[in-house]
Structure formats: structure tokens, C-alpha cells
């Protein structure tokens, strides 16, 4: 077991990355990288999620261009690395979907949000940088892979070597987030 100082500095040093190295990424690497994922908690074990490990070039050029937006310039570095992620959502089972319903809530984007936190932390300890990627073109992906109309393409995680250079985080204070037994 990692002890919970080691998880913290590992949480302290797990930053968004936009520049890759051009260094392939082992497959033992990925393997367990997907495992945090398979193995995250979901609502009821509904596990909402479907990973689909591009590493083909001409296959992550689509994932990528199904990422960029030229207008606010935005995602251009996602073609620098040399593994993406594409996280799609599944139906959940009858339980789930019932808590959803009666909840108002949908919990498979909780779900799939916890998924690729422990991917993207279990790539930091893997000494990969990763970004997790929201501006994506569903319907572009969606073709390129078969995907089913019924499921969504939700996020697109970067993962690849980096030149390790921390940038220090912006967070709000303790105090202004934290309360212990009140608001």
C-alpha cells in the first residue's frame, strides 16, 4: 500500500500536460493505466465506461483533429501524444438507471469522472504526464471508431512522457473550501 504522504505528493505533482515527448509508452504502462480505470468505484457497479486505447498514428491523428478547434486555437498539442484515451459512456445497469431517475441525478458522469481520476493518477505514478480532454467532437469519433449512436464519447485523455517541469498550482486556500461540521 502507498502511504498517504506518497499519495498527496503524487496528487501535488499530477498536472495537466500539454507538451509531449516523442518517447513511445510501454504497453505494460497502458495496461495498468486502464486497469485503475476498469477497477474504479461506480454507482450500484454500473460501471458506465468503455476506454478505447489509441496508439495507431494515423488513428490518433482523427482522435486529435476531433479535438481541436482553430477558432479559439485551442487542443493543437494532443497530436504530440503518443497514446490517447477516448472514454466513452455505456448504459449503466437497471439499478443505476433507477437511482438516476428517482435522484435526478446522472451518476454515470460521476462515474466516468472517477474512472479517468485514477487513470490519469495512476499514469503520474507510472511517470507518464497525462491532459484529460472535454472539448471533443462526439459525433466525429463516434464514426471513426463504430461507436453506437446510444453510447457518447465524454473525454479524450492524453497520456505520454513529459520533460517533468512543475508548474506551481493556483488553488484556493484551505479555509475558503474546507468546514468541518458546518458550511
Known amino acids: 500500500m502507498i502511504d498517504g504522504e506518497k499519495m498527496l505528493s503524487l496528487m501535488k505533482g499530477r498536472q495537466s500536460e500539454r507538451r509531449f515527448l516523442s518517447k513511445p509508452?510501454?504497453?505494460e504502462k497502458i495496461e495498468r493505466i486502464t486497469a485503475a480505470?476498469?477497477?474504479?468505484p461506480s454507482a450500484c457497479n454500473g460501471?458506465?465506461?468503455h476506454f478505447i486505447v489509441v496508439d495507431e498514428p494515423a488513428l490518433r491523428d482523427e482522435v486529435a483533429a476531433a479535438t481541436e478547434t482553430a477558432?479559439?486555437?485551442m487542443n493543437a498539442f494532443v497530436r504530440e501524444a503518443p497514446v490517447l484515451i477516448v472514454v466513452v459512456r455505456e448504459k449503466s445497469n437497471l439499478a443505476s438507471r433507477a437511482g438516476d431517475l428517482i435522484k435526478q441525478k446522472d451518476?454515470?458522469?460521476i462515474d466516468?469522472?472517477?474512472a479517468t481520476a485514477s487513470m490519469v493518477y495512476q499514469a503520474a505514478a507510472e511517470g507518464l504526464g497525462t491532459c484529460i480532454i472535454g472539448w471533443v467532437d462526439d459525433k466525429r469519433i463516434r464514426q471513426s471508431f463504430g461507436i453506437p449512436a446510444s453510447r457518447k464519447v465524454e473525454l479524450v485523455i492524453a497520456v505520454g512522457y513529459t520533460d517533468n517541469r512543475l508548474r506551481e498550482k493556483s488553488r484556493k486556500p484551505p479555509e475558503d473550501i474546507i468546514t468541518?461540521?458546518?458550511y
Open 25 to 27: 509508452v510501454e504497453s
Open 37 to 40: 480505470g476498469r477497477l474504479s
Open 47 to 49: 460501471q458506465p465506461w
Open 71 to 73: 477558432v479559439l486555437r
Open 107 to 109: 451518476y454515470s458522469l
Open 112 to 114: 466516468i469522472g472517477i
Open 180 to 182: 468541518y461540521n458546518r
